[in-house]
């Protein structure tokens, strides 16, 4: 196929919220020749790269400069060695259609990150998780093209620097590396995890309709419930799921924040940290369904927020840090946004 590199393209269809926003360069890549063949042509225009995925988990302002690239890299490998099996998975697949994969192989693990919007190759940057389970428990590791020197590279668990709704690139390899493929590993025995007290409840009432016990592809089709009832349908009203990660405190920060705020859900997170509900923060502000001209917070789901039509990206992020400071003043608890914002006004 031959490369196709786009001048001024629009990335309307290329993001969930919905946002307009115009890229200097775009072009889709099938191949890591093809990456490479781009990634001359920005060298030789000296331009800066930037790497789309589904496009469901960013924010993009109006202006994109230098060259999008959105990798479609596709092809599932697997390796199966004792009571497990290690999975390659090319970055461009969809991650939501790789958890039904494994299901149909019965490959456990990855099931309560069903119905998860995105491509697997951005699964790792933004770690994603849901009801109990990270990427990173199940992660093994990734190659990545190094932009620096222009060799793809492998990278561990640890190289990754993994933390809630993180890693290292989010941060300082964010414009470093460009990932191309994705190692995990699955179990070939069913172990649920099924801890996560909305999936707990969801699933016991579930029981109680039908017998049975409760299994990996029970707990996936509880999860998809879940989120279908949760967050709405982008293709239906623009938003990319939970605009906002939950906070984390340390045990002293949680014990003086319950004993003020004693009806607040709290959820342990790894270590002695503590994890806030931020949609219960929202809410308790007065702000679930809150509108402001083409922006609001979902009247379903307090920690979404949705573009109801021609929000433009200044519009959208003025409006997330009035939530932000309404909560701060409030609750003195200090917000962060879980999608990725990219681009100039």
């Known amino acids: 196929m031959t490369l196709q590199i786009i001048n001024n393209r629009s990335l309307l269809r290329n993001n969930t919220l919905g946002l307009e926003s115009i890229a200097e360069y775009f072009c889709e890549v099938q191949n890591t020749e093809q990456l490479k063949e781009v990634l001359g042509f920005a060298r030789s225009k000296k331009l800066t790269i930037t790497v789309l995925g589904a496009g ?82 199940v992660f093994v590791s990734l190659d990545a093209l190094d932009l620096r020197t222009g060799e793809v590279n492998s990278m561990s668990h640890e190289l990754c620097e993994f933390g809630y709704r993180d890693s290292i690139f989010k941060k300082k390899g964010r414009t470093r590396f460009i990932i191309i493929e994705v190692k995990i590993k699955l179990s070939l025995t069913a172990n649920v995890k099924c801890d996560y007290p909305l999936l707990r409840d969801a699933l ?96 379903e789901q307090a920690l979404v927020l949705v573009n109801y ?20 003043s409030v609750f003195e608890i200090s917000l962060e946004l879980e999608p990725s914002v990219y681009g100039s006004f």
């Open 56 to 137: 469901s988990n960013v924010v993009l302002k109006n202006k994109l400069s230098g060259l999008v690239i959105i990798i479609n890299f596709k092809g599932v490998h697997h390796n199966i060695n004792g009571n497990h099996v290690t999975l390659s998975v090319a970055a461009g697949e969809d991650w939501s259609k790789l958890v039904e994969y494994a299901l149909r192989n019965n490959w456990y693990g990855i099931e309560n990150l069903a119905l998860i919007p995105g491509s697997v190759g951005a699964a790792p940057i933004q770690n994603i998780g849901a009801y109990g389970v990270e990427l990173s428990d």
């Open 204 to 299: 016991e009432v579930g029981m109680q309709k039908s017998s049975g016990v409760i299994t990996p592809h029970r707990v996936a089709r509880t999860v998809s419930d879940i989120r279908k009832k949760k967050l709405p349908d982008p293709s239906i009203i623009a938003n990319v799921g939970s605009f906002f990660k939950n906070p984390i405190l340390n045990r002293d920060s949680v014990k003086r924040f319950l004993e003020y705020h004693p009806a607040a859900p709290v959820f342990e997170s790894n270590g002695a940290k503590y994890k806030l509900s931020a949609g219960w923060l929202i809410e308790r502000c007065g702000l679930k369904g809150f509108r402001s001209g083409n922006v609001g917070m979902s009247s």
């Open 309 to 328: 039509g021609n929000a433009t990206s200044r519009e959208l992020l003025q409006f997330s840090e009035s939530v932000k400071q309404r909560v701060l």
